[in-house]
């Protein structure tokens, strides 16, 4: 009951006042610094301004709050520090990703929006958040990969550039006439409109394996099209192939035995095939 | 005589019918279904490149059953519908049919040919725009960083008219190129911005640009010197088809046509 006397209500009241003045400005600053922010950097850096300023204003009014109530901060800072010690050594993991995060803000090598490849997982960046990336997959999962682990893997970033290479590795039968293939191939990617005139498709002959000659032919594509110029040119090649009479071989073994077999055919008495 | 019949302007279309247009080697048809138009699209083998035949009064049924069908749909649609020609949307590179060198202090003239795109309009609105032949995508920057998404033309520039490969879906841009610098101007490729140029219809049923000259100064860096108000003095008695789709001061010109012997900029040929 004496607590209940001694309590300041008025203070209290101030205090609660000031929170809920404290929580408003930090809303609308946060967003009026988002919106300026959003002019000059991109989507993951507004982010974090609009999270700096939010939080950074909510702080100063609980401070000042905690101050009207009486409360003595020296002491509670004092607490903090041993508290931060306690808490930095249990949130390690989370201090490291909370860094990594900030590098990883600052170097942008992707940004929300880009599809990169980390480790086997490819996806669309939806969000850079202090802690973790978040990616869509192309098959619509979800998937978190903290920053640590992105700052020490390599990232392939699939958009960066807006036009990409696709290499197709084939393999013809030895009895081809290779400068034939090569003015095939030329063809079928001339009259794709998706493979690009220039950088020029590449041919290369990578030379001879054990049942093909094997050969490399690149061709070039905006990136939105990279997908269905995969699909539609190896489907022309094919054509292509069976169009000219070029074979691709399957695995072939030529055995030379030391001494000639006869081979008699099931239920054959007689006749036998060397 | 003309030589190629117009395959482009009003038409009208009565419910239940259909219209086929061969223009080169694509067909396009469009039926009057109840409440809808439907626009199907037929690419063809190469070839029949003055081909523009257009057969009215066929019936929805004989549209083709591969071709590449859209549909809009009307409360209730007018039987007037229009189509338009119009030049690429991106710049167009090609290349001159032998290797070109221009001496110094001396002058060429070339003819480009760039593919033709169309619109299907009616009531006032835009019903579909496509190329009629859609033309390779390709990249025109020096390297795979810089530089902007291009179309490659199908055919070589020309240095003379004659036996020109005049077609149906496709304009001539006369090009005169000055080299007043010192050393020898290598033409090894032309990066046309088309969209900022107009086209023309000539009255024999050619299409046209208006004509751009350009001059090399003494340090390679090419200047646009003029770029033709209307049609080329080849295209004779010639009127307006299509105004260019994008307009720009003459600074912008100048840097987007700056950039004609490869190396351009970004998709609009603008460095």
Redesign the interface.
């Known amino acids: 009951m004496e607590w209940l006397e001694s309590f300041d209500w008025l203070a209290a009241l101030r205090a609660g006042v000031i929170l809920l003045v404290g929580w408003a400005l930090a809303k609308g600053g946060s967003l009026a610094a988002g919106r300026a922010a959003r002019r000059y950097t991109a989507a993951q850096e507004t982010m974090l301004v609009q999270r700096v300023v939010f939080y950074g204003v909510l702080a100063l009014s609980v401070v000042t709050a905690l101050q009207q109530m009486g409360f003595n901060l020296g002491v509670l800072l004092g607490a903090a520090g041993i508290l931060t010690v306690a808490v930095g050594f249990a949130s390690q993991t989370s201090a490291s990703n909370l860094i990594s995060g900030l590098f990883l803000i600052g170097e942008r090598a992707f940004v929300v929006g880009d599809t990169i490849k980390v480790g086997n997982t490819t996806g669309e960046v939806l969000s850079i958040d202090l802690l973790s990336v978040k990616l869509r997959t192309p098959d619509n999962l979800f998937v978190r990969v903290p920053n640590e682990t992105m700052i020490k893997a390599e990232i392939t970033n699939l958009t960066r ?3 990409r290479r696709l290499d197709l590795l084939l393999g013809v039968n030895y009895r081809e006439d290779m400068a034939k293939v090569q003015r095939v191939l030329q063809e079928v990617a ?1 009259r ?8 020029a498709p590449l041919f290369i002959f990578t030379g001879f394996g054990d049942s093909a000659m094997n050969l490399q032919f690149s061709v ?3 990136r939105e ?1 990279f997908l269905e110029l995969r699909n539609s040119i190896q489907h022309e090649i094919k054509q292509a192939f069976d169009a000219n009479g070029i074979d691709i071989p399957y695995p072939q073994r030529v055995i030379h035995l030391a001494e000639p077999v006869t081979v008699r055919p099931e239920g054959a008495g007689q006749g036998s095939v060397e | 005589m003309q030589r190629i019949q117009p395959w482009w302007g009003d038409f009208e279309l009565a419910e239940g019918t259909a219209g086929c247009w061969a223009i080169g080697p694509a067909r396009l048809w469009i039926a009057h279904q109840p409440r809808e138009w439907r626009i199907g699209y037929v690419s063809g083998d190469e070839g029949h490149e003055e081909r523009s035949e257009v057969a009215l009064g066929l019936t929805p049924e004989q549209m083709p059953e591969q071709a590449r069908l859209s549909r809009y749909s009307f409360e209730s649609p007018s039987p007037r519908l229009s189509l338009l020609p119009l030049l690429a949307d991106r710049p167009v ?1 090609s290349r001159p049919d032998v290797n070109l060198f221009i001496p110094p202090a001396q002058s060429i003239q070339l003819y480009v040919s760039t593919p033709l795109w169309l619109q299907v309009r009616t009531q006032g609105l835009l019903l579909q725009e496509q190329a009629v032949v ?7 920057g020096p390297t ?2 810089p530089g ?2 291009a179309y ?1 033309a199908s055919t070589m520039a020309r240095a003379s008219l004659r036996d020109f490969p005049y077609s149906a879906w496709r304009a001539v841009t006369p090009l005169r190129i000055t080299n007043r610098a010192n050393d020898m101007a290598a033409v090894e ?1 032309l990066h046309l911005p088309v969209p900022f140029l107009s086209l023309y219809l000539a009255a024999e049923g050619t299409l046209w640009t208006q004509a751009v000259e350009l001059s090399r100064s003494g340090d390679g860096v090419l200047e646009l010197e003029r770029l033709g108000s209307e049609a080329p003095v080849e295209a004779a008695d010639s009127v307006l088809l299509a105004e260019p789709r994008r307009r720009a001061d003459r600074g912008l010109l100048g840097k987007a046509f700056g950039t004609l012997f490869g190396g351009g900029g970004s998709d609009d040929g603008v460095a």
Request: proline residues 13%; charged residues 20%.
């Open positions: 550039f807006p036009v001339e794709n409109p998706l493979c690009l005139s220039e950088p070039w594509a905006v099209n | 590179i859609r033309p390779s995508d390709t990249w025109s795979t960083r902007g998404l490659a490729r």
